[in-house]
């Protein structure tokens, strides 16, 4: 690994890992299931839903046509993969690394974040 990836792992970790360590919060991506692989109130959740869901709610949110949402998610998808695999020596989807996966395809947002409020009542 070069020094500045070196550099920029060990700073991602220690912020990460203090901010865990100082509040109940939500981290999205940046490899905390990683990073926070062993913290004991941690619980790591991947959220997935089909390709076509996912255009549909990019079309939506972001007023975009659909080319241009597939083009987004393509792009989201491909540099979260790259990160973790360049990072962590992982893969972003491997369902092992987290504690839940859960698919929106017929649950809202709302409906999912209920489930992992729940979830984090069973965590031992």
């Given at each position: ?19 865990a ?6 981290i ?52 979260s ?44």
């Open positions: 690994m070069p020094l500045n990836d070196t550099r920029y792992l060990q700073a991602l970790e220690s912020v990460v890992r203090d901010l360590r100082s509040q109940s919060l939500v999205q991506g940046r490899g905390s299931q990683f990073i926070l692989k062993d913290h004991p109130r941690a619980l790591h959740v991947l959220v997935v839903a089909p390709l076509e869901v996912r255009e549909k709610r990019v079309m939506q949110n972001l007023k975009l046509d659909q080319e241009t949402a597939k083009r987004e998610i393509a792009h989201f998808d491909n540099s993969r790259k990160f973790i695999k360049r990072y962590f020596k992982a893969e972003w989807e491997d369902p092992e690394c987290y504690d839940l996966v859960i698919n929106t395809e017929h649950l809202s947002f709302q409906a999912a974040a209920s489930i992992v409020v729940d979830a984090l009542s069973f965590k031992d």
